[in-house]
C-alpha cells in the first residue's frame, strides 16, 4: 500500500504542550501508531498507512482540542488517547474533559481523566450510596472528596464526614506517644492533605472547628445517626463485615455515601474476611446502590504506577490459577486412593 499524508495545523503557542518534553508525546504517538510524524512550519505531517494515519490524526487532533480548552497535556493523557483510539476511535477524552467537578484552592480544575473514573462520578451523583473500588492512583477517594466539597458548598449537605478504619499497614504505631488523635491521624493524613488541596488549610480548619467537617476512625461511628451529611468511608477493604454492616446502618435522611477500596491491599489478619468483599455480595442487587470497578487503565498517577499494578495483577492471576491447579490435583489424588 502507499503512504498516506495528513496535515494538521497547530497554532504556535499549543505546540510545545502538544509535543511534550523533548517531543516524547510525539514519539509516543509514533511508536504506538507506526506512523511518521515532523513538524512544518506550524504544521504536523502525519505520514504512514491509512489507518494508522486516520488514527494517529485523530489522536493530534483530539489532544489539540484538550489543549485549547485550557489543559496541560500529560503522559497519561497521550497513553489514554491512543488506549481508547485502538479500542473505540470516540472523542472519549473530549467528552470526559467537559465534566469539571470543582477547583482546588490554587485553580486547577479536578475532573475525571478516563472512562472508568468519568462512569464513577456520574454514579456517585445519581445514587445514594456508591462503592469504588480498584487499585491505587485511580482517584477514588480524591474524587469523592471533590464531589463530597461540592455538594457542601452548594449547601446539598450541612456537613461531611471523613473516616477510615484505623488499622496498620504491618506496622506497629500503638507505642508511639501522645494522645488517641495523635495516634490515629497517621491513618487520617491522606484525608486531610487532600482537604487542604481542594478546599483550602484555613477554611478546612475554619469548618472544622465548627464541626461541619469531621475526620475520624471508623470506630467513632458508633452509635450515631448521621443525617444531611456527605458521608466517605475510605480504605474499607480494612473493614471486618459487622464494621461495615455498622457504618452503612449509620446513614439517615438526605445523606449520600462513598465507599472507596482496593481488594488487593488488605491488611486484617489473616483469614479475616473483609467488610467490602461481603458488602459487594450482600448489596449488589439494592436499588440506589451503584458498584463501581476501577482498574490499572484508570490509574492517573505516573505511568510507571500503571505499569506496576498491571505487573501484580498478572502475578496474582498467576498464582490464582498456580493455588486452583494445585488443589484440584490435590483432590484428584485423594479420589484415587
Not at 503557542?13 to 511508536?31: A, T, V
Not at 489532544?63 to 470516540?90: C, F, K, P
Not at 449547601?155 to 504505631?173: D, Q, Y
Not at 488487593?264 to 458488602?279: E, M, R, V, Y
Request: aromatic share 6%.
Amino acid at each position: 500500500m502507499g503512504e498516506f499524508t495528513v496535515n494538521i495545523n497547530v497554532p504556535v503557542e499549543h505546540m510545545q504542550n502538544l509535543f511534550g518534553r523533548h517531543d516524547s508525546y510525539i514519539r509516543k504517538i509514533e511508536d504506538d501508531l507506526h506512523v511518521m510524524i515532523v513538524d512544518r512550519d506550524g504544521a504536523v505531517k502525519i505520514s504512514g498507512d491509512k489507518e494508522a494515519v486516520a488514527k494517529a490524526s485523530h489522536v493530534v487532533r483530539e489532544l489539540l482540542t484538550l489543549s485549547e480548552r485550557g489543559n496541560v497535556l500529560e503522559e497519561q493523557s497521550i497513553n489514554y488517547a491512543i488506549e481508547m483510539e485502538n479500542e473505540s476511535g470516540d472523542d472519549v477524552l473530549l467528552e470526559i474533559d467537559g465534566d469539571c467537578i470543582c477547583h482546588t484552592v490554587s485553580g486547577k480544575p479536578i475532573k475525571p481523566k478516563t472512562l472508568g473514573q468519568k462512569k464513577y462520578v456520574d454514579a456517585i451523583r445519581d445514587h445514594m450510596i456508591v462503592f469504588g473500588t480498584g487499585p491505587a492512583g485511580t482517584g477514588k477517594t480524591y474524587l469523592a472528596m471533590a464531589m463530597a466539597i461540592t455538594a457542601f458548598k452548594n449547601n446539598e449537605v450541612s456537613r461531611i464526614i471523613l473516616t477510615r478504619p484505623a488499622i496498620e499497614a504491618g506496622e506497629k504505631l500503638g507505642f508511639l506517644p501522645g494522645d488517641l488523635q495523635s495516634k490515629v491521624d497517621p491513618y487520617l493524613r491522606p484525608l486531610y492533605d487532600a482537604l487542604y488541596q481542594i478546599m483550602g488549610a484555613e477554611s478546612f480548619m475554619k469548618n472544622m472547628e465548627k464541626g461541619l467537617i469531621e475526620v475520624a476512625p471508623l470506630a467513632y461511628m458508633r452509635g450515631r445517626t448521621l443525617d444531611n451529611a456527605y458521608i466517605i468511608l475510605d480504605e474499607a477493604q480494612n473493614t471486618t463485615p459487622a464494621q461495615m454492616k455498622m457504618f452503612l446502618t449509620r446513614i439517615g435522611f438526605g445523606s449520600k455515601v462513598v465507599v472507596t477500596g482496593d481488594a488487593s491491599q488488605k491488611d486484617l489478619a489473616p483469614d479475616t474476611k473483609s467488610g467490602l468483599d461481603i458488602a459487594t455480595q450482600v448489596l449488589s442487587k439494592i436499588d440506589d446502590i451503584a458498584f463501581c470497578q476501577l482498574s490499572s487503565k484508570d490509574v492517573v498517577r505516573h505511568p510507571l504506577v500503571q505499569k506496576i499494578v498491571r505487573a501484580y495483577e498478572d502475578y496474582e492471576s498467576k498464582e490464582k490459577k498456580r493455588s486452583e491447579l494445585k488443589k484440584r490435583s490435590r483432590n484428584y489424588n485423594r479420589g484415587k486412593k
